[in-house]
């Protein structure tokens, strides 16, 4: 019964100790949790009310519409600051200490209240709500309206919602702050499984004492019946008695089971029926030996055992005498001393391992004096062994462990052994760190201390590199990362520096990257001043790692072939490519001190600094493309209208804008391809970026459409602007032959924030546009006549060819019975119909050879841009038709319309016969001219395929009266 109680009260014990632990937790968990969300709805609330303030309140327009008393204003921009954050309730502007206008929910504001001097806005709690108040500014938030300011009601609810699914109170005084005169307070709840669990402990507390308290029941019997059992049955010792000389009397289970009986076997008999042979003489003659003596009697004596086994037994004898002097019986015991003497063996064995091992040993006495040393330790030490043996501990080791040599033994005897490290005295004087391996023990009653020293001195340099190895692989995965972390090169050059300065062993080291041609060293360390800031990638160590992205270990720079030798003092080197932007080089005054694992750290961190700068540099390149227009590389459409927003309202007044468009774009590009309206494009924005200021934004606002914004300018300095630009593009045409650059513009001005930029854009555009229309004739003219200048050039019409067109061409329309006005525009057919070769590139016009199936392609398209080209042109417009069609085929396989027979006009067929009959009776670039009459006789044979057979005879006739 005792038991039982001693196990319930043990378990309530621990069962109580188990809940206040819990409790403890679960109030930590709470109290955690408390501060938490306490701490994140007082960021969300400050956040909130920041965000409001410069959304809304620090804003040059929300400023004017309160001193213009604009209400409508401020409502719309209220009701949107509660339509986009629902953690706000209602806001109130106070103009003036007034109430002005209101949105949301209402509530009880503050009178008369004042924000501090250092603050645009306060968190405030007011009663059960928890205001926010805050300045209206301008957008500088230099000014700010007098005893005028925003109140917000903030839906502290709704922030705690966000944060956590507990049940909690708020009060002024009880809970974690979140505000001043607000508290937040969990309310703390127990879990089932808590319940669950302090059950559970109670349960197993009490299982577990009750099992305790058995087990050590039943151990207490057993642990009584084995002592009994081991002073009566396992006394190795073998013991008997003697009743008289050869009478055996009560011997022990050891001695019975020597011999292999039972002890009751023996008890009692006659020696001569146990023993036999020695065993039996050497037992009778011992045993007389004693009763005649009257003596301990102790020998030794080989016996086998019941196993065959020889045995070695040290018999000790001893008399029991009476008072009368007799003896009463003999008492014998016999220790088996086999095994210690093979164990003494053994030692011996293993002295002669100690004094030939590699590592130091000695035999230490408890006050350190060194009774042995082997050999190994003689020779690390210097010593001869009598010198050593005539030593104390603390002569070979200095340190405070063999100082203290009580205290060391005292340690070692509680502890058993221990090891430590320490350095070893040799008897030059040189000391070596050595592994100390003690270990205490008994030997023959006397105590001994056992030590094993090994020299340790490789595998602390070892220990040493391996240590300085880590050491670098963690410096350089720092550097990696901060590496990412770096937005700005010159970030990146100073990281580089500063890591190579941990990873690497040098005298001094840089970093340099390509400018034109030459590499710039942008970041270093312990520069001389003799050393050049700039080398050229034709010279030198640096030059030849750039060219070649190769690194290079150099242990002698002086003798290194190509080096600059700017400075002799340096010997080692390492040079390492940062990829194709630059090189590293690190430098030392010893020679070969850089190795593999050098080379591999630093390329590693080059390869780190490599992946940085193409970051930082893409990501600014991206940035920069992103506002910028990639062909002319003025800013964007994009850019120029968030400009426009930026400035609207600003005190940048007056704003102009200048709205500016290539006249006759898409005729160029028609014509002479794309690449040469790009060239005009480009050209037209730097004539653009040389006249304007580079305050002013100057953008490409669509395809052939650039927009300049002019701040604080008024109209008549635009205006004059405008004038130096149309002056420049005169003297560009001037100096520059082909297609005229030719520029329509339009300006307009915006003298305050009454009119919108927008407007003043749509003013300028209208402006130019009505610029182009009173432009657009002449510029078309001008364009065209420059292109037949173009065609001239290209030795198109050019030589007679025009001529002898325009004469057969007359001819054989007066024969086809053609009208006045038909043979006029014939004529003029005849000389312009291959316009639209200005747009084909001379490499094609001119090839001696066939022409590729793309080529061909491209030469088949100079019907249309012909007909485009005199389409433009009032002069050319009445033969553009024919240009467009003078390529077609009697028998529909021309181009580019592939009509056929008299569907092509009459003037198209007489050209197409006249035009073949010219190219093969002149030299052409692809082929030699022929003879009149295979000329006539080949267009004889394409008469009805090609061409007209009815001109072809009319052509035959006029060719054949010629030759007569």
């Given at each position: ?18 809940a ?54 401020v ?55 928890l ?5 209206v ?18 839906n ?47 349960l ?39 009743k008289d000389?050869?009478t ?70 001893t ?10 019986s ?49 020779k ?10 005539a ?9 405070l ?11 070692l ?5 221990d ?77 580089v ?16 990257v ?31 790692t ?26 080692a ?22 190795g ?32 910028h227009?990639?062909l ?9 209208e ?52 580079k ?21 008549e ?35 305050g924030?009454?009119q ?11 402006l ?19 292109l ?30 053609l ?70 085929r ?18 198209c ?56």
């Amino acid at each position: 019964m005792k038991n039982r109680l001693i196990s319930l009260f043990l378990a309530a014990i621990a069962t109580v100790f188990a809940a206040v632990i819990i409790f403890a937790m679960t109030e930590v968990r709470y109290s955690k949790i408390e501060n938490h969300i306490a701490n994140s709805a007082r960021i969300i609330t400050e956040n909130n009310a920041k965000t409001a303030f410069l959304g809304y309140f620090h804003w040059d327009s929300m400023y004017e519409a309160l001193e213009s008393g604009d209400a409508d204003f401020v409502i719309y921009n209220l009701e949107d600051l509660l339509k986009n954050n629902s953690l706000i309730e209602g806001v109130v502007v106070v103009y003036r200490n007034e109430e002005f206008v209101s949105a949301g929910e209402s509530f009880q504001t503050l009178r008369d209240h004042t924000i501090g001097a250092s603050a645009f806005y306060e968190i405030i709690p007011s009663g059960e709500d928890l205001l926010a108040t805050m300045r209206v500014t301008d957008s500088a938030g230099l000014e700010s309206l007098k005893d005028s300011y925003a109140i917000l009601k903030l839906n502290l609810d709704e922030i705690l919602r966000l944060l956590t699914t507990e049940d909690y109170r708020l009060s002024s005084v009880e809970g974690t702050s979140v505000f001043e005169g607000i508290s937040l307070s969990i309310i703390r709840k127990w879990s089932p499984a808590n319940y669950a669990t302090v059950s559970l402990v109670f349960l197993m507390s009490l299982s577990f004492t009750m099992i305790v308290q058995r087990l050590e029941g039943k151990r207490s019997i057993a642990s009584k019946n084995n002592e009994m059992l081991l002073l009566l049955n396992h006394i190795p010792t073998l013991i008997w008695y003697f009743k008289d000389s050869e009478t055996f009397g009560i011997v022990n289970k050891s001695f019975a089971e020597f011999f292999g009986m039972r002890p009751e076997d023996i008890e009692g008999r006659k020696i001569r029926e146990i023993f036999s042979g020695e065993d039996l003489s050497t037992s009778i003659e011992t045993n007389k030996l004693v009763f005649a003596g009257k003596e301990e009697h102790i020998y030794e004596q080989d016996t086998r055992n019941s196993k065959g086994e020889l045995r070695t037994l040290i018999v000790t004898k001893t008399p029991e005498i009476d008072e009368n002097g007799n003896i009463k019986s003999v008492v014998c015991s016999a220790c088996d001393v086999t095994d210690e003497r093979k164990a003494l063996r053994r030692i011996e064995l293993i002295q002669f391992g100690l004094d030939n091992a590699n590592d130091e040993a000695f035999w230490i006495a408890p006050d350190g004096s060194i009774l042995y040393a082997n050999s190994a330790a003689c020779k690390s030490l210097g010593y001869s062994r009598e010198e050593i043996t005539a030593m104390k501990v603390n002569d070979l080791d200095k340190s405070l462990e063999a100082d203290d040599r009580k205290s060391s033994w005292e340690r070692l005897k509680s502890n058993g052994k221990d090891n430590f490290e320490a350095y070893h005295l040799r008897k030059d004087g040189s000391t070596f760190p050595v592994e100390i391996n003690r270990n205490y023990f008994k030997y023959d009653g006397r105590e001994y201390e056992f030590t094993f020293a090994r020299d340790i001195s490789d595998r602390l340099k070892s220990f040493e590199i391996l240590e300085r190895d880590k050491f670098r692989i963690e410096r350089l995965h720092e550097a990696a990362l901060n590496l990412e972390r770096c937005s700005e090169l010159q970030s990146v050059y100073d990281l580089v520096i500063e890591a190579a300065k941990e990873i690497l062993e040098f005298d001094i080291c840089f970093i340099c990257v390509r400018e034109e041609e030459n590499l710039v060293i942008k970041a270093s360390s312990n520069l001389n001043p003799r050393d050049p800031l700039e080398m050229s990638i034709d010279k030198g160590i640096v030059g030849r790692t750039y060219r070649e992205k190769k690194s290079y270990v150099i242990d002698d720079i002086q003798e290194f072939p190509g080096a600059l030798r700017t400075n002799d003092i340096y010997r080692a080197g390492l040079s390492v490519p940062v990829g194709d932007v630059g090189v590293f080089q690190a430098m030392s005054v010893k020679k070969a001190i850089f190795g593999e694992q050098e080379l591999r750290l630093a390329e590693l961190l080059m390869s780190h600094a490599r992946e940085a700068i193409v970051r930082i540099e893409t990501e600014k390149r991206m940035n920069y493309m992103s506002l910028h227009d990639k062909l002319t590389d003025l800013y964007n459409r994009l850019y120029f209208e968030e400009e426009l927003k930026r400035l609207e309202g600003s005190r940048f007044y007056p704003i102009s804008i200048v709205s500016a468009d290539i006249d006759g774009l898409k005729l160029i590009n028609d014509t002479m391809g794309h690449s040469r309206g790009d060239q005009i494009l480009i050209e037209l924005s730097q004539i653009l970026r040389s006249c304007f200021r580079k305050t002013d934004v100057v953008a490409r606002f669509g395809g052939d459409e650039f927009a300049i914004i002019l701040i604080k300018t008024d109209e008549e300095i635009t205006e004059k602007i405008a004038l130096r630009v149309r002056k420049i593009v005169e003297k560009f045409n001037m100096n520059n032959s082909g297609p005229p650059l030719s520029v329509s513009m339009g300006i307009a001005t915006s003298n305050g924030p009454e009119q919108e930029l927008v407007e003043t854009l749509k003013q300028a555009d209208d402006l130019m546009y009505r610029d182009k229309l009173y432009r657009s004739s002449s510029v078309r003219s001008q364009m065209v006549n420059t292109l037949l200048v173009t065609l001239a050039e290209k030795d198109q019409i050019s030589g007679g060819h025009a001529k002898r067109l325009q004469k057969l061409c007359l001819e054989l329309g007066r024969r086809a019975r053609l009208s006045t006005r038909q043979l006029s525009d014939l004529a003029l057919f005849a000389q312009v119909h291959d316009l639209g070769k200005v747009g084909i590139p001379d490499s094609i016009l001119f090839k001696p050879g066939p022409l590729t199936a793309d080529e061909w392609r491209i030469m088949k398209l100079h019907p249309e841009k012909g007909y485009r080209i005199a389409i433009s042109s009032p002069d050319l417009s009445s033969v553009a038709d024919l240009i467009l069609k003078h390529h077609e085929r009697w028998d529909g396989r021309g181009y580019p319309l592939g009509i056929s027979g008299e569907d092509i006009p009459i003037e198209c067929r007489i050209l197409s016969i006249v035009d073949a009959f010219d190219a093969m009776t002149n030299d052409r670039p692809y082929s030699r001219a022929i003879s009149k009459e295979e000329a006539v006789e080949e267009i004889v044979n394409c008469s009805g395929t090609q061409f007209d057979p009815k001109l072809v005879q009319m052509f035959k006739s006029i060719v054949s009266n010629e030759l007569v």
